[in-house]
């Protein structure tokens, strides 16, 4: 598949993410679900890799750690390959975790992925160590529900780890972000500013924060964009 190609499929995600997001949380079905698979196996795996690092600083063997929108898989496949823990991945999506369920399956590693939104978690409160969320927060329609999801299911002492991008970073590190998943020159450009488009700031970030329970966080700088902390 061509660059230009693929940036129309991108470009016709982003304007419905903007869109349907004000109705309903977003999930990827069907061929997009396939697709966006092969696009996170074939370009993504180091980016990934270099997350599950960054994930790994802060928590230990025996953890019990979610995965929100996991997608096919990757990042908790990977996580699991570091230490002994038990992680649950939630996605809207039926596709992606049907598709994670098998990468898991070959990598032959034990994760329970299950279908559900994050606004509404199928969990008691206070079960987990750690909650990890990759770019995938800004697709969610009541984010603020959403964060205060992640308290109500995090233990004391856990931490919940966001990655995702930053509306306010600049096109070229956008270029970068697209670059990471195959595309060159406008069409890198092109992606990179749809995907900023329906990101959240700093500052979006900090208010929904304010309106929690979480009293202590912190907001880092990262090839993505940043990475939100917060404790609970």
Do not use: W
């Not at 396939?34 to 180091?46: G, I, S, V």
């Not at 002492?157 to 990655?163: D, F, K, N, V, Y």
């Amino acid at each position: 598949m061509g660059c230009t190609k693929y940036t129309t499929k991108v470009k016709g995600i982003g304007i419905r993410m903007k869109f349907f997001r004000r109705f309903k949380d977003l999930g990827v079905e069907g061929a997009q679900a396939q697709y966006y698979d092969k696009l996170c196996r074939e370009h993504r795996l180091e980016e990934i890799k270099a997350q599950v690092r960054q994930v790994a600083k802060f928590v230990k063997n025996g953890d019990t750690i979610l995965e929100l929108a996991p997608g096919p898989g990757y990042l908790s496949i990977e996580l699991s390959k570091l230490g002994q823990y038990k992680i649950v991945g939630l996605d809207i999506s039926s596709a992606l975790v049907e598709i994670a369920k098998r990468n898991a399956q070959e990598a032959e590693v034990e994760i329970d992925f299950m279908q559900g939104n994050a606004s509404a978690m199928p969990f008691q409160a206070n079960m987990f160590n750690a909650i990890v969320c990759v770019l995938a927060f800004k697709n969610f329609k009541e984010p603020l529900k959403d964060m205060n999801e992640m308290y109500k299911v995090l233990k004391t002492g856990g931490t919940a780890l966001i990655i995702d991008l930053n509306r306010d970073a600049s096109l070229d590190a956008m270029k970068k972000v697209a670059e990471n998943m195959g595309l060159k020159g406008l069409n890198a450009y092109i992606a990179g500013a749809i995907q900023r488009s329906g990101a959240y700031s700093r500052k979006d970030f900090e208010t929904f924060i304010s309106q929690t329970e979480f009293g202590e966080y912190s907001i880092e700088d990262g090839a993505l964009g940043f990475s939100v902390y917060l404790k609970k």
